[in-house]
Nanobody
Framework: QVQLVESGGGLVQPGGSLRLSCAAS????????MGWYRRTPGKQRDLVAA???????NYADSVKGRFTISRDNAKNTVYLQMNSLKPEDTAVYYC?????????WGQGTQVTVSS
């Protein structure tokens, strides 16, 4: 059973940056696409960014030009660099495969953008 553990969230002012990390308990990244998702209270979990095994990426329109997803297969880790953060980016962020596997959701990491 693969486990995914997110970290790197926190409180940041508008315009600031954070880097999220997602570590897997065993190597899967080299063969599967991975994604970062987020959920705000009362809303569904939405895909923010995804990266294939070959490194191709795609982003939600709301984060294009501000967020960058990357992966390090040797470290079994996927990252989300978030720049120019806005209050509307406030959410719990999760990583998962893409498409998401229902059994792989972790605890997520809270990102709060506020002055």
């Amino acid at each position: 059973q693969v486990q995914l553990v997110e970290s790197g969230g926190g409180l940041v002012q508008p315009g600031g940056s954070l880097r999220l990390s997602c570590a897997a308990s065993r190597s899967i990244f080299s063969i599967v696409a991975m994604g970062w998702y987020r959920r705000t209270p009362g809303k569904q979990r939405d895909l923010v960014a995804a990266i294939t095994g070959g490194g191709s990426t795609n982003y939600a329109d709301s984060v294009k030009g501000r967020f960058t997803i990357s992966r390090d297969n040797a470290k079994n880790t996927v990252y989300l660099q978030m720049n120019s953060l806005k209050p509307e980016d406030t959410a719990v962020y999760y990583c998962n495969t893409h498409p998401a596997g229902s059994a792989l959701w972790g605890q997520g990491t809270q990102v709060t953008v506020s002055s």
